[in-house]
Structure formats: C-alpha cells, structure tokens
C-alpha cells in the first residue's frame, strides 16, 4: 500500500507563511507546487537501470525548473514577458517530457507503483511536506502543475506592457485572444486529472491528499480556467464593434454561470491567512462582476493590476449608470443599494469546454525494459 505523510519542519507549527509579494495577479492560482529530489536507484534497487536513469535526470530536470519558476513568482517585480513566457514554456515541455515516462511505474501488472516516495511541497510554505509512496500521486501532482504553469502564462499574457507607442501599458487583443487557448489547455490538464488519476488513488489516500489536489479544488480551478476564457471572450466582444448584443448577452450569462459552478464546487479551504482567503476573495469578485453587482468594492478589495475588457467596461459603466439613477429617483434608490434585481439566467448549455486532454502512452522505454526481463 502507498502511504501519506503531511509534516512539518519545524516543530512551531501555527498557520502558512505568507509571502511578502506576488507581484501583478490577473489570473489567481495556489501557490506553486513544487517537488523534491527522490532517488530512483534505490528504489528500483538496480532492476530496471535505463528507466531509473531517465526517470531520475526527467525529474532532476523539474525539480530544478519549478523550484526557479516559484522563487521568480515570489519576486515583487514584474518579469520581461518573453524571458516569462520562456521559462514557462520550458517548465510545461520538462513535463510532458517526464510524464509518459512516469507512467511506467503505473502500468497495470507493475510491481513499481509503490516503490518511490514521491515529495512536494508548496511555495507558500517550504516548511511543509506531503510525501506518498503512491506513484498515481506524483502522475496527479505532474497534471496539477501542468496547469498551474498554463494559468502562470495566461496571467503574463494579460499584465499591460508598454508599446512604445505614447499610449498607457495596455494588453493587446492578440494577448486577450491567445490566453483563451491557454485557460482550455489548463482546464484540460486538470478535467484528466479528476477523470483518469483520481480513481487510480484509494479512497483512504485521496484523504490525506494537499487541499490544493482535493477533487473540489482541481474542479473549481478547471471552471476558473474556463471562466476567465469567457470573460477574455466577454472583453473582446465589449471592445469589437461587430459583436452583436446578443453575443455579448450569451457570453454574459454564461460568464455568471461558471462563476456560480466555482463557488459551489470549491471545498472547505483554511482562509485563516494567505492564498485560501486571497483565491476566496478572487472566486467572490470574479462572481459579483459577473453579476455586474458591487464590483467596484470587490475589485479594489483585490487590487488588481490595470483593469481591461470586462472590469475596465464595468468601472466605466456602473458608476454613472447608478448616479443617473439615483438623481432621476432619490426616493427610490441609494448609493448603497443594488439596482433592480437581474432576471433568472436563461438555461442552456456552456459552451467553453477544457481541452480534450488525456494521459500520453507510455515512452517506448518501457517496452525494452519489458523485454529485459
């Protein structure tokens, strides 16, 4: 049987560390999982020696990309977009890289599954460790981590840049257009993992998961993807004036529905200090600009970077419309009350779904190991 263990270093306990910054965040995501070294040889005590070879420089080679992609996502200061994108990118090719080979060690009628203990930890505490001798945990904590470097480049894609150009940074409607691909690609990763690496787990395990690999969590984060997709394509129909009224209704109300989906699918999550509360709080503006109701509060509450598209349209928008209002009717409204109640949303099907994405082939590594034996 696999095993679970979640530690801590020090013995001090007490809650998470906050980090002191995150620099700009558009597209909100836990703090980065990240994995630490295992020994493969030992593990495999000698029997499959190409495989442990690969497997560990493979993983050798995440561990070292993903412990440089935390620490620079910690850096108060916004990166160069391409050196951001650069390493992103690399990151993601590391591991689908690693992952078919992986794989191996869960192939059905393999002794291997249980051999390692496979070790992450999360950025927003080094002092906590989860460790599982189950090698469907690290296949799991590999797709969680694909996902989460989409988000990362989804969000470098909508920080403002300057063009030189004498206007104020803004973000480019090529930039808005490309980070919906890269929102479905992220749902994809995570809509795998829930479909085809969370039954492999026991029910026993799947408890002593992190919060951050909870069923609830990975969907919510997989409709969060898919949320901010709309609200990109919201944001340039608003922008385009080809885009008819009822597009932009559509989009709307489906904006409101994948929001409503994420409140009700994200779990229990300690919300005590640092990212719990912050996505919280993320989840609720993101749902009440959908609704189009408190969003200035919310959004000052979150503090977002230059706001474009939807927000930009909103803070435009519902201000002078409600100050209209209320002097044409001062008996009938304040400026603290919500303006008219919105109609029931019209039932019909979303029409954003996650990449279809499902678990590669085993590398042909494992075929020559198999004829080895």
Excluded at 3 to 25: I, N, Q, T, Y
Excluded at 36 to 65: N, P
Excluded at 299 to 313: I, R, V
């Amino acid at each position: 049987m696999g095993c679970g263990l979640s530690r801590e270093k020090d013995a001090g306990g007490g809650p998470r560390r906050r980090p002191g910054s995150v620099g700009d965040v558009v597209v909100f995501l836990p703090g980065l999982r990240v994995p630490r070294s295992v020994d493969f040889s030992q593990a495999l005590a000698g029997r499959l020696d190409e495989a442990s070879s690969r497997l560990s420089s493979l993983r050798a080679r995440v561990v070292d990309m993903a412990m440089q992609e935390s620490a620079a996502a910690l850096k108060p200061k916004r990166r160069a977009a391409a050196r951001h994108g650069s390493s992103t990118a690399n990151l993601l090719q590391a591991l689908e890289d690693y992952l078919p080979v992986l794989l191996g060690l869960v192939k059905e009628g393999s002794e291997l599954r249980h051999g390692v203990h496979f070790v992450w930890t999360n950025q927003e505490d080094n002092a906590e460790e989860t460790a599982m001798a189950d090698a469907w945990y690290e296949v799991l904590s590999v797709l969680h981590l694909m996902a989460m470097v989409c988000l990362l480049q989804a969000n470098s894609l909508l920080l403002p840049r300057s063009y030189g150009d004498g206007y104020a940074p803004r973000v480019s409607e090529e930039s808005r257009r490309a980070t919906v691909d890269v929102f479905l690609k992220a749902s994809g990763y995570l809509d795998c993992a829930i479909r085809q690496v969370l039954p492999q787990i026991s029910s026993e395990l799947r408890r002593q998961l992190p919060v951050d690999l909870a069923e609830g969590n990975l969907k919510a984060l997989s409709l969060q993807a898919l949320g901010q997709g709309v609200d990109m394509q919201l944001g340039l129909a608003i922008d385009s004036p080809k885009a008819t009224l009822a597009v932009k209704r559509r989009l709307a109300c489906e904006m409101v529905k994948y929001w409503h989906q994420i409140q009700e699918s994200i779990p229990e999550i300690p919300v005590s200090d640092g990212w719990g509360k912050k996505h919280l709080l993320f989840v609720k503006w993101k749902y009440v600009e959908a609704k189009t109701r408190e969003t200035q509060r919310n959004l000052m509450e979150w503090q977002s970077p230059t706001p474009f598209g939807t927000a930009k349209y909103m803070l435009d928008k519902i201000p002078k419309d409600a100050s209209s209002k209320v002097k044409i009717n001062q008996d009938l409204y304040t400026q603290e009350r919500v303006i008219g109640t919105p109609p029931p949303l019209p039932d019909f099907a979303l029409a954003l779904k996650p990449d279809d994405y499902d678990l590669p082939p085993l590398d042909p590594l494992w075929n020559k190991e198999d004829s080895r034996q």
